[in-house]
T-cell receptor
Framework: EPEVTQTPSHQVTQMGQEVILRCVPISNHLYFYWYRQILGQKVEFLVSFYNNEISEKSEIFDDQFSVERPDGSNFTLKIRSTKLEDSAMYFC????????????FGPGTRLTVL | AQSVTQPDIHITVSEGASLELRCNYSYGATPYLFWYVQSPGQGLQLLLKYFSGDTLVQGIKGFEAEFKRSQSSFNLRKPSVHWSDAAEYFCAVARPITAGNKLTFGGGTRVLVKP
């Protein structure tokens, strides 16, 4: 069964550094998402991406965040200058696109900012 | 804005016993409703979803959920739990739009299964 993959599984970085989290969505999917879960808190929506542009973003997704689909298979989340409060599990998801289609989630990347 | 509440943070159940996880949502109309499960080290896996029609929906792994409009609830049930059901369970809602829905999640309920 096709699945969403994410790399790395765990990323440790120093505050102020840039990080790029990578995702490979399911190949025939059209909508891509990033969510995050701070330890002990809810899974929160960050951004959705369709047709090479952001379709929706939350208030969390400020200028420090960006997303890109650089090569037709990868979907990346970049945090320009990490803060301590960016420490969280980041999940990538994808769907074929219809509102009733299932969102398939990757296993997540645990980001630790020191 | 939509919101989801899962009142129980932890539930402990004996293997073979029944399980019910509660979920209440706040939304102006009937949203799309979902239950996801997360096992340790795994991503979120969809158990079942409700869009319209029959209010009792069947999912994978023997789970079912019932939508009750009058109570704004979408509770998840399983008649007889297995040790492998120990996991965290998330209820989620989405706007009933044609494409590109974001999910709004509840806080999750962690299920422990006693032998």
């Amino acid at each position: 069964e096709p699945e969403v993959t994410q790399t790395p599984s765990h990323q440790v970085t120093q505050m102020g550094q840039e990080v790029i989290l990578r995702c490979v969505p399911i190949s025939n999917h059209l909508y891509f998402y990033w969510y995050r879960q701070i330890l002990g808190q809810k899974v929160e929506f960050l951004v959705s991406f369709y047709n090479n542009e952001i379709s929706e973003k939350s208030e969390i997704f400020d200028d420090q965040f960006s997303v890109e689909r650089p090569d037709g298979s990868n979907f990346t989340l970049k945090i320009r200058s990490t803060k301590l409060e960016d420490s969280a599990m980041y999940f990538c998801a994808s769907t074929r696109g219809s509102g009733t289609d299932t969102q398939y989630f990757g296993p997540g990347t645990r980001l630790t900012v020191l | 804005a939509q919101s989801v509440t899962q009142p129980d943070i932890h539930i402990t159940v004996s293997e073979g016993a029944s399980l019910e996880l509660r979920c209440n949502y706040s939304y102006g109309a009937t949203p799309y409703l979902f239950w996801y499960v997360q096992s340790p080290g795994q991503g979120l896996q969809l158990l079942l979803k409700y869009f319209s029609g029959d209010t009792l929906v069947q999912g994978i792994k023997g789970f079912e959920a019932e939508f009750k409009r009058s109570q704004s609830s979408f509770n998840l049930r399983k008649p007889s739990v297995h040790w492998s059901d120990a996991a965290e369970y998330f209820c989620a809602v989405a706007r009933p739009i044609t494409a590109g829905n974001k999910l709004t999640f509840g806080g999750g309920t962690r299920v422990l299964v006693k032998p």
